[in-house]
T-cell receptor, first 115, second 115 residues
Framework: GAGVSQSPRYKVAKRGQDVALRCDPI?????LFWYQQALGQGPEFLTY????????KSGLPSDRFFAERPEGSVSTLKIQRTQQEDSAVYLC?????????????FGPGTRLTVL | AQKVTQAQTEISVVEKEDVTLDCVYE???????LFWYKQPPSGELVFLIR??????QNEISGRYSWNFQKSTSSFNFTITASQVVDSAVYFC????????????FGAGTRLFVKA
């Protein structure tokens, strides 16, 4: 029934490793968002998809970060050559409509720790 | 620039007390949207309310109420007769055109409700 699900819930990576974080949005939701939440801070926008189209990727911190949503449903956030500053919780959200102002529903997040 | 300020980092109350969480926002847009989310220890952000800039009516939902005042750029959240289950981090957020319709979150207020 579900709400937004994310996997894995926890990921530990050694510096330099590549990681892939998965998001399953609510079925039928057109819009999908990724956020990065550092400890003790509010979420910060990374990128936004409308169906399979990535309409805004201005929040991605570097070219090591890449997101895709090839079939307009499941999305993957990939981080290449992870660095310690990438340690954070990565949150995914989806919303029903095509407008980025619609109410977003969040998943539980993936906590990434880079050693 | 878009900005959301939650000046209260942490608040601690005893059960049954009323508590108000402050939110001050900045935007030059005339059309914008304000949100409150709850983040319990499980990590998932739970949507509480969405308000657009043209609707200044205060809202009450059970023990929760919101006071939106454009004159002071504030959107405060009050919990009446707080309960232990209200313990969480609460985020205020803003979406506006100038920000590219990206959600801007405040840093959050951590609420502790003691039995």
């Amino acid at each position: 029934g579900a709400g937004v699900s994310q996997s894995p819930r926890y990921k530990v990576a050694k510096r330099g490793q590549d990681v892939a974080l998965r998001c399953d949005p609510i079925s039928g939701h057109v819009s999908l968002f990724w956020y990065q939440q550092a400890l003790g801070q509010g979420p910060e926008f990374l990128t936004y998809f409308q169906n399979e189209a990535q309409l805004d990727k201005s929040g991605l911190p570097s070219d090591r970060f890449f997101a895709e949503r090839p079939e307009g449903s499941v999305s993957t956030l990939k981080i290449q050559r992870t660095q310690q500053e990438d340690s954070a919780v990565y949150l995914c959200a989806s919303s029903l409509g095509a407008s980025s102002t619609d109410t977003q529903y969040f998943g539980p997040g993936t906590r990434l720790t880079v050693l | 620039a878009q900005k959301v300020t939650q000046a209260q980092t942490e608040i601690s109350v005893v059960e049954k007390e009323d508590v108000t969480l402050d939110c001050v926002y900045e935007t030059r847009d005339t059309t914008y949207y304000l949100f409150w989310y709850k983040q319990p220890p499980s990590g998932e952000l739970v949507f509480l309310i969405r308000r657009n800039s043209f609707d200044e009516q205060n809202e009450i939902s059970g023990r929760y109420s919101w006071n939106f005042q454009k004159s002071t750029s504030s959107f405060n959240f009050t919990i009446t007769a707080s309960q232990v289950v209200d313990s969480a981090v609460y985020f205020c957020a803003l979406i506006a055109n100038t920000g590219g319709f990206k959600t801007i979150f405040g840093a959050g207020t951590r609420l502790f409700v003691k039995a």
